[in-house]
């Protein structure tokens, strides 16, 4: 069988740059195959999806040597829509990829444009949508979804028509564990189909019933390619990895007392629905006490809405709130909370990662602003990437730079909205331990996550959404 993918030494560096971001790649994928390719944030994953997907060097130029081939044909002598009508590639971040206003339009998007009657189009929309489980929200604005619904919409798009292979980007970040389970189960149905697929994640536990081969890279280079029985927790632990094997520690977290006497910051009678929709809260009550919570449950649950309210970005239209049981308006609590948000592109203004610390302590009112900026650039790692500018580094790195931007100004109260989503093993550890030592400190720390990794890492208490 011939592969349907193929790099031969390839080796790529992105225009102005000082190093190659690739370099002499040799890889091979196969019709209905999967391949998983991680690595520390920053190793080069991203770039090898750009080059399979034409990207690169079409559209980000730089120099390209080597050989790319898709379906048998050298990409440096096609245009970059020729391939993408081959391969579908479901980004890191969905929201970049859409087209349309609507959940119904976007899916079937493809289909409209190359002509497609009316009836076809909705047959494939409905097949996808049932395929997804996202039935419910086909009529719904991309743009209001949470950011695991606009996955499971990314995933509908990139997966159809004349697909032959299929990239995914970190498909399980956003995705609840249940969903992740039928994102598993829906990859098995395409690798039947013989559709190709390749896999960039840094979460190792959730396709050992579908992957072929694993692929681990360092520093631009491909260092070890095995079965899927190669990776052990000694192994992931030796390269900086995520675990392999996970215990889910949901149901044995206790769920924080929404009355309790010592709470940091608390919610009493609070009331939101958005414009047209139903309400997703009515008179509810919630609370937060030093030590760090994890806000659990499904994708579209209101996880991400909530903290928008205990932050002041979304108004309540009842309630009333308390820090450290002095009442406060809504519209103040940013005075005593600092949130990191599920997208980290939505925080980062600067033209460098240093002017974007800079700039928080000047906000922030912080008098050894270049001492600040020193400690944070080192202890997450950004020392090397302090002069790029925030949007041309990787997701892991800028997930990061929010992070430590968020706690420049030493906050009481910290909210992360799935603040591990693009974080490799080291980085999501180095999350876990900060996380723990601002509860010692006796801060309130809430997480929206459905990393099972970071809630066993250091979650100790959650709040359940139902």
Not at 75 to 94: C, H, M, N, Y
Not at 167 to 192: C, H, M, W, Y
Not at 203 to 208: D, G, Q
Request: charged share 25%; net charge negative.
């Amino acid at each position: 069988m011939n592969p349907i993918v193929e790099l031969k030494q390839v080796t790529y560096r992105y225009p102005f740059a000082a190093d190659d971001a690739v370099r002499n790649v040799n890889l091979s994928l196969y019709p209905g195959e999967v391949v998983v390719v991680t690595g520390l944030s920053g190793c080069g994953k991203s770039t090898l999806i750009r080059l399979i997907n034409g990207l690169c060097p079409h559209y980000y130029e730089g120099e390209l040597s080597g050989q790319v081939f898709v379906n048998g044909i050298d990409s440096a002598t096609r245009k970059i829509a020729d391939i993408a009508g081959e391969v579908g590639t479901l980004f890191q971040d969905p929201e970049e990829a859409f087209f349309t206003l609507r959940v119904r339009d976007e899916i079937g998007f493809v289909n409209d444009w190359r002509g497609d009657d009316e009836e076809d189009v909705e047959r494939f929309v409905q097949a996808q949508a049932r395929r997804f489980g996202i039935e419910a929200f086909l009529d719904r604005d991309v743009h209001v979804l949470s950011e695991g619904q606009k996955q499971k919409v990314g995933l509908a798009c990139a997966s159809g028509h004349d697909t032959r292979v299929l990239i995914l980007d970190e498909p399980s970040a956003n995705l609840d564990p249940e969903s992740v389970k039928r994102l598993a189960d829906t990859i098995g149905e395409l690798k039947k189909e013989g559709i190709a697929v390749l896999i960039v994640d840094h979460r190792l536990h959730w396709f050992e019933s579908i992957v072929d081969r694993i692929v681990v890279m360092e520093r631009g280079r491909l260092t070890f390619e095995g079965d899927g029985t190669s990776l052990t927790q000694a192994f992931c632990f030796a390269h900086g990895l995520r675990k392999c094997f996970l215990v889910d520690e949901r149901d044995r977290l206790p769920e924080e007392d929404p009355h309790a006497d010592d709470a940091i910051l608390s919610v009493r009678g609070m009331t939101f629905g958005y414009d047209k929709g139903p309400l997703l809260y009515e008179r509810a009550d919630f609370a937060l006490t030093a030590g760090v919570t994890a806000l659990i449950g499904e994708n579209g649950r209101g996880k991400t809405t909530l903290a928008r309210l205990l932050t002041g970005l979304n108004k309540a239209q009842e309630g009333n709130f308390f820090v450290r049981s002095r009442r406060v308006e809504q519209k103040d609590l940013l005075q005593h909370v600092s949130i990191v948000l599920q997208n980290a592109d939505h925080q980062v203004h600067m033209r460098t990662v240093e002017d974007e610390l800079l700039m928080s302590c000047l906000m922030a009112g912080v008098v050894d602003s270049r001492g600040r900026v020193d400690d944070l650039l080192a202890f997450f790692d950004l020392v090397s990437v302090k002069d790029r500018h925030p949007h041309s580094i990787s997701g892991g790195q800028k997930q990061r730079l929010a992070i430590a931007a968020a706690l420049v100004k030493d906050p009481s109260i910290l909210i992360l909205d799935e603040p591990t989503s693009g974080l490799d093993g080291q980085n999501m550890q180095r999350i876990a331990n900060l996380l723990r030592h601002l509860a010692n400190e006796g801060k309130a720390v809430l997480v929206i996550t459905h990393d099972l990794e970071l809630i066993e890492a250091c979650c100790t208490k959650c709040i359940r959404l139902t």
